[in-house]
């Protein structure tokens, strides 16, 4: 199977997945007629901040999985199951992305912050069982993949789980330190490919 | 006609099918500042459950569809308004499923299960009429379809309908037992596909 | 320019349009857990009614914008102008089907419907106006352009307007008429294309 | 790497919140069964003048990125990154189009249109950093870019931060004046592009 159609149909998840976080932004608000509305929206900023981070996570996926598909010649159905339960976890993201502008200010911080980290998580861990299942023996590889590349890919993606596992256990301890975690690996993913990874040819 | 953009907009509706049902996972929380959001969550687990069945149905629908456009030359115009109905059907999915997510604890239960199972059963009965309608007599085949995928096809689709009928009448008895059943159906699908399938060429 | 982004564009508008209808379907539930939900399910047949009259009317749009789209060849500013103000309308149509689920069955009615009526029959303007400025002298048209098919849209495109201004007027005074005459408009237009249509390759 | 990708992505993320625009209008109907809907929506108008500032502003934001993207060869991680930022504001812009359409009529009405007018700033600012990231030294041009038009979007974009800039100023004390401010400049791009450029083929 071509990879063609895969790509779109993930093209649309991630699109839409990072265009429905604006749905819970103002999820803070009182919508009421004698709101305090300069107050309010000066209040929410952590629901911003939410925002931003979780579109920016997905763009990074996106951008990811461009790369990956890029060394990717075809798809057999365990690929296209493996790309259904990622999919499924990247379009889940919008719930604990609306937990945490709910929640971060209230003593419920540490349950929304860990179901955020639970969520990233499980993208990185569907994330590299995508791309092993892919790339092991070269399975689904092109002819002419770049091997470094796909060595850069394996390396760097093993890393994903534990370190988005290692932010969520400090959110039960402490949600605010876990929340900063979340942003910081974000900015470091952004700053680092585009920053580092323009030098680099092989990065895309 | 050209089956491209054709697929083009069954992709989306899929994509976007699939991507709302985020939107009703969460009915069952509270959403208030003194809510014990740590159970709240834990006690929702039917919703995620939910989620994913309903995800990987459709997913399952646009692996399917994908398979059975690659056999298909062309289009006219009943099998674009055939097109149109079923993904009506698909894109109607979200509501059943947020009546599951609410009302699967409630005596309201039978009401919420049987909702779906007739939504996935008509989803079947439509994927069946495109099928049939493009298949019969090699009405909009390609010239060089693959006999055995699309006997293949005709043979498992014809299953579908009334597997889901089935399994929507057990609901009306047995609503946990029908819920059961749809989780096993997609999980048996998944597996099936991906694993069997694998070895299998012309099943993709 | 080419046209083949304006169709993803367009396609992307139509399938989302169509897919956010299903948002409210259910509007009229309690959703409450002591909802008596099988009766409930049964009273809000209208709500499933309208949503198959607008989804089948989006389907057909973006089956005719694709006869339409076939016919031309290129794009310029004003063309692409007309087709975000035609898709602007497009996009409007799941806020007057919401009106007519939630009011169909008070004294609102009127109001609803004749919403609904307006949207279709500016829509239908809309389209006519794309159509009219890409077909006038030829100007946006293929070289090798069907005569026959573009002669067909032009005729058939100038009614539209008219029939859904009747409907909306009847609309003002018997809202159940209106509402009728809006789902065997969308009727006819299925059939009319599927079953004769069929045998008119120029149809597509 | 190709741009193609890169586009589909961004159209859908540009049609999606187009879309996504209609779910707020009718923020302000009461939806109860005693409604006066005839009143309230007649009420409502500035809910659908926003809805038509906000469409068009992001059609218009659609077409341009066409234009630009047309004048583009490759991207590179850093442009990638740029992409995602500046389609997380744009995806953003039915926040602040609620904003205003529930706290028009209210006291409110400044901290709304200023909201909005930041958001549009923040998009016109972002497009800019985008364009200038693949324009300076031609960085990521085609190597037959139409001088003229790169040159004409430079001296166009330059503009669009400045002139959303001022009448955000405005809006903080004249909410109405710069709700208005921002209907004209859309109004002026739409009739600017659709009857000027049409005679200009660079312009496309």
Redesign the interface.
Known sequence: ?ETG?L???S?????????????S???NLS?T?D????HE?AQAWPSYVA??VS??TI??I??NH?TVM?QIAR????F???T??F??VV??I??PT??VQ??IH?P?A???TV?YGITLTLTAVMFNALWFYAARGGRLLREDADERTVRGISKTFRFGPWIYLVVTLVAVKAPAAGAIGFLLFALFW?IE???F??SDPA??
């Open positions: 199977m159609r790509e779109t149909f093209d649309g998840v991630f699109a839409i997945a990072a265009t429905l976080l604006i749905l932004v103002g999820s919508w007629s709101a305090q509305l300069r929206l925002y931003v579109f920016m763009g990074i996106w951008a461009h890029n798809a057999d159905r365990t296209l199951m493996l259904v339960g999919l499924m379009a889940f919008p719930f609306r937990l709910v929640y209230t419920n540490a349950a929304a179901a952004v490919s585009s920053v990874g323009r990065s895309i």
